[in-house]
C-alpha cells in the first residue's frame, strides 16, 4: 500500500433507503398537491364536504411528514421545522399561524414536563425511587417489567399521561444504568422505554384524569346525544380494556424484547447499598417533591372542582419549572441539558394537527372513511370509527382526532341503530394509544430520547401492538361492555 493509500479517505456510503424516503416523500407532496381537484366527501343525510385546495396541500403536508419521521430522513425535530416551512412556502395556511402552533400550550406542556425530568435526576429523587421499587419487585428483569408498567398505569390514573411520562423516564434511565450496558441500546432497553410509552397510553383511558381527550369527548357526547357520562361510569368501562391492554403488552414485551439476562445478579444488595449511600432526603428533594406534587395536585382536581377548571393546565406546570429557578434547583446551564429535538418533533405534530383540522382535511377524511360503512354491521361500523381514529391520532392530537370524527360518527350511527356509548368508548379507547409514531403521543417522544430505538423500531412494533389493541377493543365492543350492562345497539 502506497502512503497515499493509506492516507485517502474512506469512501463514503450512500444511505439509499434515507435518499428513496427523502424522494418518495417530496415526490407525494408534489404529486398530492398539484392533482386536480379531489371529489367531496359525501355523509349519509347528503351533506357534501369538498376538500380546498388548502385541504390538499394539508394532506400532502401529512404524507411527506409521516414519511420522514418513520425513516428518520433528517432529524425528526428537523422534520417538524419543514412542517412550518411548507405550510408558508405553499400557502397552505399563513406563517404566522403554522408557526404559532410550535409555542402552543401542549408544547409548552411538554417542556415542563420534561424541566422535571431534569430535576428528577439532578435531585437524586429518580435514584430513590428506582431503588425503592428494586427492591419490592426484585432481580428478574420480566418482573421489572411488570414492577414498572403496573406503576406508570396507576399513575396514568391519577395524572396526565405526560406528566407520568416525565416522572418515569429518568426513574428507568436509573434502573437500566444499574443493568450494566452502559447506553448500548439492549432488548432490554428497548422494552422498558417502549413500554413506558405503550403503558402510558393504555393506563391513561381509565380515567378522565388520564389526559384531556376523554373530557373532550365526554362533551361532545353530552352536546350531540344528550346523555352525561360520569367520571365513575367512564371508569367502569374502561378499567377492563385499559388493564387488559396492560397485561397483553407485558406479555408483548416479554416475548418480543426478552431481556438478554433473565436476572440481573446481585441487583438486590447493590440497591441496598445504593440506597443506604443516598442518606435522608436533601432539602433541594423535598422541595421539588413538594413542588411537582402541587401541581399534579392542582391539575387532578381540575376535573371534579369546576373553579379550577378555567386554568390552564400548561400554566399550571410551567409555574413549577419557574419554581425550580427561583429556589436554585435548576441553573442556567440545565436548560442546555433539555433535549430540543423532542420538542421540535412535538411542535411539528402540533402544526400539522391544527393544519389538517383547520382546512377541513382531517374532516373530509373522516366523512370518506366513515360513509363507506354507512350501512354495515353495527360490530364492522364501529370497529371501522376506531381504527379511523387510531390511525388519525397517530399523526394528529388525541383531542383532535376525536373532535373530527366522534360528531360524524354518531350522526351515522343513528341510521345503523348503532348505541351511542360503544361509539364513543371504542374511540376513546383507540385515540389513547398511539402506538405507530412518535407524534402521536408526548409519552412516545420523551422514550425515543432514550437513544434505545429508531423511529422505524417504534413503528414496525406498533403496527403489531396496534393489531393487539384493535383485537381487544372489538372483544370489549363485542363481549365485555355488553355483559357489562353497555348497550351495542338501540333496536
Known amino acids: 500500500m502506497t502512503a497515499d493509500a493509506a492516507i485517502a479517505p474512506a469512501k463514503t456510503q450512500i444511505d439509499w433507503t434515507r435518499l428513496i424516503a427523502l424522494f418518495t416523500g417530496l415526490g407525494l407532496f408534489f404529486v398530492v398537491y398539484y392533482s386536480p381537484a379531489w371529489p367531496d366527501a359525501v355523509d349519509p343525510v347528503g351533506k357534501h364536504f369538498p376538500l380546498s385546495p388548502e385541504g390538499k396541500g394539508a394532506i400532502a403536508v401529512f404524507l411527506l411528514a409521516g414519511l420522514w419521521w418513520v425513516f428518520e430522513v433528517i432529524p425528526i425535530g428537523v422534520t417538524s421545522l419543514v412542517i412550518g416551512i411548507m405550510q408558508a412556502l ?84 436509573a434502573i437500566y444504568a444499574l443493568y450494566g450496558e452502559g447506553d448500548k441500546p439492549t432488548k432490554f432497553g428497548k422494552g422498558l422505554f417502549i413500554g413506558m410509552a405503550y403503558v402510558c397510553g393504555a393506563g391513561s383511558i381509565i380515567t378522565l384524569l388520564g389526559a384531556a381527550r376523554g373530557i373532550v369527548a365526554v362533551g361532545f357526547f353530552h352536546e350531540m346525544v344528550g346523555k352525561e357520562i360520569s367520571f365513575f361510569e367512564l371508569s367502569y368501562y374502561m378499567a377492563p380494556v385499559g388493564w387488559l391492554m396492560v397485561g397483553l403488552l407485558w406479555v408483548f414485551f416479554i416475548i418480543f424484547f426478552k431481556p438478554e439476562k433473565s436476572v440481573i445478579p446481585g441487583l438486590k444488595e447493590r440497591v441496598t447499598e445504593l440506597s443506604a449511600a443516598l442518606g435522608p432526603m436533601k432539602r433541594n428533594e423535598i422541595i421539588a417533591l413538594i413542588i411537582i406534587v402541587s401541581a399534579i395536585l ?63 382535511a382531517a374532516q373530509w377524511m373522516a366523512v370518506n372513511w366513515l360513509a363507506m360503512f354507512k350501512e354495515a354491521n353495527w360490530f364492522v361500523f364501529v370497529m371501522s370509527i376506531a381504527f379511523f381514529v387510531m390511525v388519525m391520532t397517530n399523526f394528529i392530537m388525541n383531542v383532535a382526532a376525536i373532535a373530527i370524527s366522534l360528531p360524524v360518527a354518531l350522526v351515522i350511527a343513528k341510521y345503523l341503530h348503532v348505541a351511542p356509548e360503544v361509539v364513543l368508548f371504542a374511540s376513546l379507547a383507540t385515540a389513547g394509544m398511539p402506538f405507530i409514531l412518535l407524534v402521536g403521543a408526548a409519552p412516545n417522544a420523551i422514550a425515543y430520547d432514550s437513544k434505545q430505538f429508531t423511529s422505524g423500531e417504534f413503528f414496525t412494533w406498533g403496527l403489531f401492538a396496534s393489531v393487539i389493541l384493535m383485537v381487544v377493543v372489538g372483544v370489549a365492543a363485542a363481549v365485555i361492555w355488553p355483559l357489562m350492562g353497555m348497550p351495542v345497539t338501540t333496536q
Not at 439532578?122 to 425503592?132: E, I, N, S
Not at 410551567?318 to 418533533?345: A, G, K, Q
Open 298 to 360: 392542582v391539575m387532578s382536581l381540575q376535573v371534579m372542582v369546576p373553579p379550577l377548571r378555567a386554568l390552564d393546565k400548561s400554566a399550571i406546570f410551567l409555574v413549577s419549572t419557574v419554581m425550580f429557578f427561583i429556589l436554585r434547583i435548576l441553573d442556567i446551564e440545565d436548560l442546555e441539558l433539555i433535549p430540543w429535538n423532542i420538542i421540535l418533533l412535538f411542535s411539528g405534530a402540533m402544526s400539522i394537527g391544527f393544519c389538517l383540522w383547520q382546512t377541513g
Open 90 to 173: 405553499f400557502m397552505i395556511r399563513p406563517a404566522k399561524e403554522a408557526f404559532k402552533d410550535f409555542m402552543d400550550p401542549s408544547v409548552l406542556f411538554i417542556f415542563a414536563s420534561l424541566v422535571i425530568g431534569l430535576v428528577f435526576n439532578k435531585t437524586g429523587l429518580t435514584k430513590r425511587m428506582a431503588y425503592k421499587m428494586l427492591a419490592v419487585v426484585g432481580e428478574k428483569t420480566t418482573t421489572i417489567y411488570l414492577g414498572v408498567f403496573v406503576l406508570i398505569a396507576l399513575l396514568t390514573h391519577i395524572m396526565a399521561h405526560t406528566g407520568v411520562a416525565a416522572t418515569v423516564y429518568p426513574l428507568l434511565l
